[in-house]
Each structure stands twice: as structure tokens, then as C-alpha cells.
């Protein structure tokens, strides 16, 4: 689960970890009225979405009066945020943030992040922090620190002083620095976080270290820990395919192409992907509905799917183990039966009762005869993309 800068920063702030002040609102109006609260002469107006790259896109902008702010604000509830992470048509902006902006001498990247290849988590710090970071981490993976957590005892105290040490810090500052990565570690432990970033952190012309832009993601299978963390959930940063599948207990994810694909088991539906990509089609999705396949969950499956309006055919690649092929086939077609078929759909099974599953679905091509079956994988990905192209 993601949530907006906004909300990184409160959690920053209640692990005692220093960031500007800051307001959020919903209108223009509201932005000018954040301007005259914050009463500093310089600050900043950030669109709160669910991308990077907002600098570039002018979704960013710093403001010297309450006009200026109101003015910046417009300008973003009026237009859609297109960056590098977002697609073509970019994304709308619900929320801003007016913060006060801050002297910066120098700029950092700090974030902790699970490093799967060492089966623990790893601070990642840089002292070539801001937006061009990706760039740096790129070009020059020499400038990035990387410092590996004890599985079990977390970050120590030595370990976050030689991580400010080789930020450059010194003296006073370097203290500070090791404190606030300790306090960085303990609140990603303390919420199950999957990642947990500063960028940047920046140290001020007067000396202060501040953080003044977070991000902060969760692990959501530990969110039922955290009713706090669930209830900052913004719906509308979300595909609305999305949160229905999430209700019906359905993972999936919208992608770009258009040959839908409905398989059980992660492992299984990448595949399934993948195979479809090498066969020249482009996959619409990525969607597991789980061990066993009950005719409500089918009806649902293929209701999300062909909600859609991109998606010109159907690909369901099923392993029969936990549920039996013959009983997935007839909740298949009772899906076609209640949804309607108005696409090709393909239907590879393999499993227990298999051969009774195909006889049940080539007796049923007759009421729906946009549905074939496929003997293999690669045989349900040429046919779905000859029927689609």
C-alpha cells in the first residue's frame, strides 16, 4: 500500500524526525489561505499523487505570496500530471501541499528498502540526493551507500554512524544523522514497511537537517497490524478495476495491452504473461484468482476483465489441483452464461479431471462460440492472439 508525501511526512514527524511545516489542501482557494497560515515569505506547492517526476512536470512550484499559490494550485487541479512514471494521459491531482520551503546547502537520499539477494533489509543512502538520483544510482552506482541490517537485532548504532560518516558529516551533524536513520529503521520495522525513502534529506545553510520529501510503502499483508496505516488508504490514487478485484478477493493489476489474462497462481499468471508477450500479444493484466475457481469468482473475474474497454479477448490458463478442471469449466461457463462472451476467450486446463473438462467445454461451444479450448500454454497464446489481431 502507498500513501501520499503528506502522510510520509506525519509518520516522519511522529518518529520525532524534523520536517517543514506544511498543509495540505483540496482547492485553490484553500492554498492561498495555507500560504498566509504558514507565514514564512518562500514556500513550496506540491501535487500530493502517487508518481515521481513532479518537478519535471511542473507539478512543484515555489511561491512568494498567497497569489502565487493560489495560482500554482489552479494550475494543478486543472491538469493532468504527465511524467515519466505516469501513461500518456497522466494522472489528476485531488490534493496539494503548501509546505515552507527551506535554505538548502546540500541534498541527501536516505531510505531503507528489504534486499531480497542478502534476506534482510538494507539502508541505501547517497550523498548525490534530489531528483536526479535514479540518474546517479545509474551512472555511477559508486556513489550509492549500501549497509545491511542484522536480521534480527536491526540497525545498530555503529552501523548508522559509519553510514553519516561516509555521507560526509561531522561533529555535531553526524550524530544527529546516525539518530535519525535509528529512528528511520525502528518506524520501518514498527509498520511492516516495505520501503521507507528520503529524498532528499537536506542539510540547511544554517546547519538544520530536515526532511523534506518522503515515501513511505507497506507490506500489505501485515496492514491488518496496522488499522492506522489502512485507514490513510486514498481510494481515488487507485484503478477503480483495481479496488473492485481487492473486494472480491482477486489480485489484479491493470497493464497497458489487450488480451486479458485470468490465471491461479502468481508464479503461473506471470507466465502466462509471458508467454502471451512472446507469442506477439500484449498482455491487458495481471490477475490471480487463487487456488480454487467457484463460479461467483469467475462471474467477477470476467466482469473486471472485459470492464476494460481495451481488452479484445480473453486468455484463462487454470491448473486443476486444488479445484477439480470439470468443476472449473462449468463455473467458466457459467460466467459466459451471466456475463456474455462477446470476445474470443481461450481456455487452457490442465489437471484433475481434465478430460472431462474439455468434453464439458467443447458441449458448450454451441451457446458460446467465442470460446475454444487449448491443449498447452503456447497453444492458448497463438490462438488468443490470432483471434484478437
Known amino acids: ?180 536513520l535509528l529512528k528511520l529503521a525502528a518506524l520501518y520495522a514498527q509498520y511492516d514497511c516495505s520501503i521507507v525513502e528520503i529524498n532528499p534529506l537536506v542539510l540547511t545553510k544554517d546547519g538544520k537537517v530536515l526532511a523534506i520529501d518522503a515515501k513511505i510503502n507497506f507490506d500489505d499483508s501485515a496492514l491488518f497490524r496496522h488499522p492506522d496505516i489502512l485507514a490513510m488508504a486514498d481510494p481515488a490514487e487507485h484503478d477503480p478495476l483495481e479496488l473492485r478485484a481487492a473486494k472480491a478477493s482477486l489480485n489484479y493489476i491493470k497493464l497497458d495491452g489487450d488480451i486479458a489474462c485470468l490465471v491461479n497462481g502468481a508464479g503461473l499468471a506471470m507466465a502466462t504473461m509471458d508467454v502471451v508477450q512472446l507469442n506477439g500479444g500484449k498482455p491487458a493484466n495481471f490477475l490471480d484468482v487463487g487456488g480454487g475457481v467457484k463460479p461467483e469468482g469467475a462471474v467477477e473475474a470476467f466482469r473486471i476483465l472485459l470492464s476494460d474497454s481495451k481488452v479484445r479477448g480473453v486468455l484463462v490458463n487454470i491448473f486443476g489441483g486444488i479445484a477439480r478442471c470439470d468443476l472449473i469449466a462449468e463455473a467458466l461457463i457459467a460466467a459466459g452464461r451471466e456475463v456474455g462472451f462477446k470476445v474470443p476467450v481461450v481456455v487452457r486446463l490442465e489437471g484433475t479431471n481434465v478430460q472431462a473438462a474439455r468434453e464439458i467445454l467443447a458441449e458448450a461451444r454451441g451457446e458460446l462460440p467465442t470460446l475454444q479450448s487449448a491443449m498447452d500454454l503456447n497453444d492458448a497464446a497463438r490462438k488468443i492472439v490470432a483471434a484478437t489481431r
Open 1 to 180: 500500500m502507498k500513501i501520499h508525501e503528506y502522510q510520509a511526512r506525519e509518520l516522519l514527524a511522529k518518529a520525532g524526525i524534523a520536517v517543514p511545516a506544511a498543509r495540505v489542501v483540496e482547492s485553490a482557494a484553500e492554498a492561498a489561505a495555507a500560504f498566509n497560515a504558514n507565514a514564512v515569505p518562500l514556500q513550496v506547492v506540491k501535487a500530493q499523487v502517487f508518481a515521481g517526476g513532479r518537478g519535471k512536470a511542473g507539478f512543484v512550484k515555489l511561491v512568494k505570496s498567497a497569489a502565487e499559490a493560489q495560482a500554482a494550485a489552479d494550475f494543478m487541479f486543472k491538469n493532468r500530471m504527465v511524467s515519466v512514471q505516469t501513461d500518456p494521459e497522466g494522472i489528476a491531482v485531488k490534493k496539494v501541499m503548501v509546505a515552507a520551503a527551506v535554505d538548502i546547502a546540500h541534498e541527501y537520499y536516505m531510505g531503507l528498502v528489504l534486499d531480497r539477494a542478502k534476506a534482510t533489509v538494507s539502508v541505501i543512502a547517497s550523498a548525490e540526493g534530489g531528483v536526479e538520483i535514479e540518474t546517479v544510482a545509474h551512472q555511477r552506482p559508486e556513489a550509492i551507500i549500501r549497509e545491511a541490517l542484522h536480521p534480527t537485532l536491526g540497525l545498530q548504532g555503529f552501523a548508522a554512524r559509519r553510514v553519516a560518516g561516509r555521507l560526509g558529516f561531522t561533529g555535531r551533524q553526524a550524530s544527529e544523522v546516525s539518530q535519525l
